[in-house]
């Protein structure tokens, strides 16, 4: 019985990894959206003196002129719903995009 529970957790898990591949990020400076990027293209671009960088279905912040460097440090976003941001330039990063376990809760 512990066996299927555990089993049942674990299969949760996964499916909460895999869930959903986001198609589209918005960049946003002060809250007000400076751009929506198509994240099925690897790109670079420039947000004031942040580098953005598109790379294999994920976006991050690349270089920051922003002292402590978290944003930098935090890696690529690539689910539905992930968000981040340079709190220092005010800029923040949100993945969109239909999670399957969304779906699935409904």
Do not use: Y
């Not at 809250?31 to 994240?39: F, M």
């Not at 402590?68 to 993945?95: D, K, T, Y």
């Amino acid at each position: 019985m512990l066996v299927c529970i555990i089993a049942i957790a674990v299969a949760g898990i996964v499916l909460m990894l895999d869930a959903g591949e986001a198609q589209t990020a918005v960049i946003r400076k002060d809250g007000a959206v400076l751009r929506q990027v198509q994240l099925n293209s690897d790109q670079d671009f420039l947000v004031d003196n942040v580098h953005i960088q598109v790379r294999g279905g994920a976006i991050r912040f690349a270089e920051s002129d922003c002292p402590g460097q978290e944003c930098v440090h935090a890696g690529f976003l690539q689910r539905p719903g992930s968000s981040m941001a340079c709190l220092p330039n005010r800029i923040s990063i949100s993945v969109l995009g239909q999670s399957e376990v969304d779906a699935i809760a409904e």
